[in-house]
């Protein structure tokens, strides 16, 4: 049933996103918790840099690759967040912390959320509204509520919760848990760049797919399909991202392209499900051949919604 849900979600917001294709208000998910007023060229044509430390052997690299896909995934949290589009991500861009959230219902100011709100948890909602800053995961631990002692448990245990209690999520994949505790003490703010900000990209996005995609791999190596299938799914949410940028007049065969690349990774998770061997040779083709509707993305980039002018036209944020 999760897998089906999971499936459903991704091709709804490509479906979603493709019949607005038309639309003077182009269907980008992060509007969806952008204030209103607020600098689309900024908020949605820059990406915080991110601060992630090298990792120490490969096996420590593989739980961070894994955690890392997760951190970006919707379905990661399932319920509404998922529906809405929401992943970790949302609220700490690139492991920091996103001062232009902004969440009907859950945020007060931009940049705080409601942990205990009743509309993405039926666990922890408390019936009031107390929205509270938004941490930057890549700060100063001293600044950190949770301990990050690689020889304790309490960040698994607090991400756990966060997941199946603050936003009634599924039980993630044990290898997924250890993972995104992984990635988020790999966060350390020496490791920033000196640049605080760089340009939103579509080659960043599609190298987050591939990344995920490769994490798959790994995972099919250390015989879990379960995590396996959650990066599968990591990698066709940050297609759908990129789908929704290129809205517009003469990019139809970019759409048209990811479009067929979001299928290929359909069919890599049905194969998955069905503990079909030939899976891990399918998801290795996938990767192969990702180069040439890449590079047309990259080429086509000015005339999609990465670009600063068209951002700049966007006039209303729709929620």
């Known amino acids: 049933m999760q897998g089906k849900l999971s499936l459903a979600l991704v091709l709804a917001a490509l479906t979603t996103a493709g019949a ?40 420590t690299a593989y739980r961070v690759e894994l955690g890392r896909a997760a ?17 970790c991500e949302s609220c700490h861009r690139e492991g920091r912390s996103n001062p232009d959230f902004q969440f009907p219902g859950v945020s007060g100011p931009p940049g705080t959320a409601d942990v205990t709100s009743s509309l993405f948890s039926s666990h922890r909602g408390d019936g009031i509204d107390n929205p509270k800053p938004i941490p930057d995961l890549s700060g100063p631990a001293s600044a950190l509520k949770v301990s990050r002692a690689p020889d304790g448990r309490a960040l698994e245990t607090f991400i756990h919760g966060l997941v199946t209690d603050e ?31 760089r340009a939103a990209k579509a ?29 599968v799914q990591a990698a066709r949410g940050r297609l759908g991202l990129v789908f929704e940028r290129y809205d517009g007049p003469g990019l139809a065969p970019q759409r048209a392209a990811l479009t067929a690349a979001d299928r290929d990774l ?17 998801l290795r083709a996938w990767l192969e051949n990702s180069d040439p509707w890449a590079r047309d993305l990259v080429a086509a980039e000015p005339r999609s919604l990465f670009a600063p002018s068209r951002l700049a036209a966007l006039r209303t944020v729709a929620r």
């Open 71 to 87: 951190f970006r995934s919707p379905l990661l949290l399932g319920g509404q967040a998922a529906r809405a589009g929401l992943a």
């Open 20 to 59: 607005l294709a038309a639309s003077t208000v182009p269907s980008l998910r992060a509007l969806r918790w952008l204030p209103a007023g607020v600098d689309l060229t900024d908020a949605l044509g820059r990406t915080p840099t991110e601060c992630l430390s090298a990792a120490p052997d490969a096996q």
């Open 266 to 282: 359909a069919a890599v998770l049905v194969q998955l499900r069905a503990r079909d061997p030939r899976a891990a040779g399918q």
């Open 167 to 197: 936003f009634d999520g599924a039980e993630p994949p044990p290898a997924v848990l250890d993972g995104l505790a992984a990635y988020v003490r790999a966060l350390s703010p020496a490791a920033c760049p000196p640049q605080p900000t």
């Open 203 to 231: 080659a960043d996005l599609v190298e987050d797919a591939r990344r995920a995609a490769r994490a798959g791999l790994m995972a099919l190596d250390h015989d879990d399909p379960a995590a396996a299938i959650a990066m």
